[in-house]
């Protein structure tokens, strides 16, 4: 089994409550499901629930709650040197619309290309051990 990187990361990104992904063992691609009907027509009939209690023929990728982004952003702030960006990122993060505030707070501090890149690796990494739990090869770039 193998797949693009990049197909793993875009589903990660791209994972919701109403968007499930599933890596298809045998079409070696990440299937799409929104709100549990297939977004393509691969696999006719196939439905989320099938593909869930179907472990031999596919394996779900991590949700949005697998994700932690929240984490993630703790992580970032951890991370910075300036106590003061630190402290005001903290503050956004609190209560109802905490990513909405924290992403206008990162761009408001200039802070957006070391914040995507902080995130940008830490889905790499989400993606590369998931790959490598399930046995899955990892394509980096498209062949």
Same mark, same amino acid.
């Given at each position: 089994m193998r797949v693009y990187l990049?197909?793993?990361?875009?589903?990660?990104?791209?994972?919701?409550?109403?968007?499930?992904?599933?890596?298809?063992?045998?079409?070696?691609?990440? @299937?799409?499901?929104?709100? =549990?009907?297939? *977004?393509?027509?691969?696999?006719?009939?196939?439905?989320?629930?099938?593909? &869930?209690? $179907?472990?031999?023929?596919?394996?779900?990728?991590?949700?949005?709650?697998?994700?932690?982004?929240?984490?993630?952003?703790?992580?970032?702030?951890?991370s910075l040197e300036d106590e003061?960006?630190?402290?005001?990122? @903290?503050?956004?993060?609190? =209560?109802?619309? *905490?990513?909405?505030?924290?992403?206008?707070?990162?761009?408001?501090?200039? &802070?957006? $290309?070391?914040?995507?890149?902080?995130?940008?690796?830490?889905?790499?990494?989400?993606?590369?051990?998931?790959?490598?739990?399930?046995?899955?090869?990892?394509?980096?770039?498209?062949?």
């Amino acid at each position: 089994m193998r797949v693009y990187l990049r197909e793993v990361l875009d589903a990660l990104d791209a994972a919701t409550d109403s968007t499930v992904f599933v890596f298809s063992k045998r079409r070696n691609r990440v @299937l799409l499901f929104f709100e =549990g009907s297939l *977004a393509d027509d691969l696999e006719e009939n196939l439905t989320l629930e099938d593909a &869930l209690n $179907d472990p031999d023929s596919y394996i779900p990728l991590p949700t949005e709650y697998e994700i932690h982004e929240y984490q993630i952003m703790e992580n970032f702030v951890n991370s910075l040197e300036d106590e003061d960006a630190a402290r005001e990122l @903290l503050n956004a993060m609190q =209560g109802k619309g *905490a990513f909405r505030r924290f992403k206008e707070k990162v761009s408001l501090l200039s &802070l957006e $290309d070391r914040w995507y890149n902080h995130r940008d690796e830490a889905y790499e990494k989400i993606a590369m051990e998931w790959c490598g739990e399930n046995g899955i090869e990892v394509i980096k770039n498209e062949e």
